[in-house]
């Protein structure tokens, strides 16, 4: 009884293992099929994509007076059945992830029927809408890297943080070589699960190792919140800020003012952006992060060998830290958070790439080329990128990421 109950054990850890490698449920592709959101639990058939890429959604409350789904931070009314079920069709979605999270008679409650993920400062519930292009961050048959969850004390913070890493396939075999690292940051009103999560940022670095078009480096996710990691609950959810085409030091337009609804009080501004250092979470990755990581992973310590990206929120993190300690990051990419200028670089000869990029349906995406050219024409190596067909959400951040990383130390 003993060995079966050990032989048990172990099948289920090893099970546990390969979805924690790969970090995401694979099947997402039914392309122009009706199948159920790949994120639901133990086989429920709602929310359910449709073939022309609506979403239905059913919610059992048999009792409530109003059901609602808010997808993306946008309230719809469920209609209500004989058998208690509430249900609702939506319009087409855009491609790739999507947060939504329900509405009854007023609370916010999560669909127990799908898995959780953090969003907008609180819970959440997701979805995929397939897209026939978005192989590159597709579970394959191919070589795959491992995402560690690691606690390091800060001295900055006084105390513990917990970071996601992924180190590259090989990793574990290759004992006598190092590797460079990108340090990648989430949006407002998430955390460090983020790029794993709703990113895949795990499997398209797999996919673009695997076919040569990537270097093999380590990413490093941590969340930039240094005193309170998320806003209090109960309440209203945050929107998502919309940020501008330029890099003015004002805070930008739509997003809450330091100290506000959704934003914690720091020093330095927004989000404790600015100021020396870039402010306190450019403190604590110089002081505390960036040394343990060194430290405690095979990585190629020297400049030319980090980068430093986010999307939103963490691209004008970015933007702070690595304008401000150019001693430390060579590349800078900035998903969906504004634009950099010759005027920002001390010192151009430490940037080896400035990486811009927005969605199409951005309205900061107009202004990339003139950026770009901008660089460019001051002796700074550039590249932008717009993510067709897409707004600020996940597909546009995960596609940025595939661009980027394919750029990174190179040379």
């Known amino acids: 009884m003993k060995k079966i109950v050990f032989a048990l054990t172990v099948f289920l850890i090893t099970c546990y293992s390969g979805f924690a490698q790969s970090g995401q449920a694979s099947a997402v592709f039914n392309v ?8 639901n639990l133990y086989g429920n058939q709602y929310p359910r994509i449709e073939a022309d890429n609506r979403v239905t959604f059913k919610f059992y409350a048999p009792d ?22 509430w249900s609702y069709t939506s319009e087409p979605q855009d491609l790739g992830y999507h947060n939504f999270w329900m509405v009854v008679d007023g609370a916010i409650v999560v669909d127990p029927a ?8 609180h819970l959440c519930n997701g979805f995929e809408i397939p897209d026939p292009d978005g192989g590159f961050y597709e579970l394959k048959d191919v070589p795959h890297g491992n995402v560690l969850i690691k606690n390091y004390y800060s001295t900055v913070a006084k105390s513990w943080r917990m970071i996601y890493v992924y180190t590259p396939p090989d990793y574990e075999k290759n004992i006598n070589t190092r590797y460079p690292v990108l340090y990648l940051q989430h949006g407002g009103g998430e955390d460090q699960r983020v790029w794993i999560e709703m990113g895949r940022a795990n499997l398209i ?17 941590e969340t930039s919140a240094v005193t309170t990691p998320r806003r209090p609950a109960p309440g209203p959810p945050a929107p998502r800020p919309t940020l501008p085409a330029a890099p003015p030091a004002a805070r930008p337009a739509g997003a ?22 870039g402010g306190i979470y450019g403190q604590l990755m110089t002081t505390d992060l960036i040394p343990w990581v060194d430290k405690n992973f095979r990585t190629l310590s020297d400049q030319k060998y980090r980068a430093m990206a986010g999307l939103s929120m963490g691209a004008m993190q970015t933007r702070a830290v690595t304008l401000a300690n150019l001693d430390k990051f060579a ?12 005027d920002d670089i001390s010192d151009k000869s430490k940037v ?20 770009e050219e901008a660089l460019t024409k001051a002796g700074i190596k550039s590249a932008t990128y717009v993510s067709p067909l897409t707004a ?10 595939k661009e980027f990383s394919m750029l990174l130390f190179k040379d």
């Open 352 to 371: 080896k790439l400035v990486f811009m990029s927005y969605g199409s349906r951005e309205r900061g995406a107009d202004g990339l080329k003139a950026a």
């Open 205 to 221: 670095l797999d996919n673009l190792i695997a076919e040569g078009k990537a270097k093999p480096f380590i990413i490093v996710m």
């Open 32 to 39: 122009d099929t009706a199948h159920a959101s790949p994120y």
């Open 114 to 121: 799908t898995d959780g993920f953090i969003g907008f400062s």
């Open 331 to 342: 590349y800078i990419g900035m998903f969906s958070g504004g634009t950099i200028m010759p």
């Open 64 to 85: 409530a007076q109003k059901v609602q789904v808010a997808i993306n931070n946008v309230n719809f009314d469920l209609v209500k059945g004989s058998d208690g079920v």
């Open 392 to 401: 600020h959400e996940f597909q546009s951040w995960r596609r940025s990421l």
């Open 256 to 277: 809450p003012a330091a100290g506000g609804q959704g934003a914690a009080a720091r020093p330095g501004g927004f989000f404790g952006m600015g100021g020396p250092g």
